[in-house]
């Protein structure tokens, strides 16, 4: 994650409090407030991210969409969700299938998990990434690379 994105109005304080509760990341993240919300995912469009909204509406599961591209990740209000407006802003909507009674997460719940989504993805590609093997530059290139681990 680069940063995170509040609304001036109508989002909760970043107070002291919500900083501890952190446990330090607050403070590794990029943090901006804009005034509207959707100005601010319509400018990112334009600066080629993708904007992925999680809503119990989305039209599909989280973890059969690909999120190693640049994209943003849109969280709703507890109850309310997504307003119509943002919902209508995002290219994707996503949800988080669910069973039982509970038709949805709390908002940090379910960014939680839609995020370490994304990084399990994004460790994934990087690992084939260094996998695969790169234009031949002679035999020292296309020795086996060692294994690192246990009995190395």
Excluded at 68 to 73: A, K, P, Q, S
Excluded at 99 to 117: I, K
Excluded at 139 to 146: C, L, N, V, W
């Amino acid at each position: 994650m680069d940063g995170v994105l509040l609304t001036e109005r109508r989002s909760a304080p970043l107070s002291p409090v919500a900083v501890k509760a952190s446990a330090g990341a607050a403070e590794h993240l990029r943090i901006a407030r804009v005034v509207n919300l959707v100005r601010a995912l319509e400018d990112l469009k334009r600066r080629n991210l993708w904007i992925i909204g999680l809503d119990e509406r989305g039209t599909s599961d989280y973890d059969q969409f690909d999120l190693t591209g640049d994209c943003v990740l849109v969280l709703g209000r507890e109850g309310a969700g997504l307003h119509d407006l943002v919902r209508r802003t995002c290219d994707y909507l996503l949800r988080i299938p669910m069973s039982g009674g509970v038709s949805s997460l709390n908002v940090s719940a379910a960014g939680a998990v839609v995020l370490f989504e994304a990084f399990r993805q994004r460790r994934l590609a990087a690992r084939r990434a260094e996998e695969t093997p790169g234009p031949s530059l002679g035999s020292a290139a296309s020795k086996p690379r060692k294994q690192k681990g246990l009995g190395s």
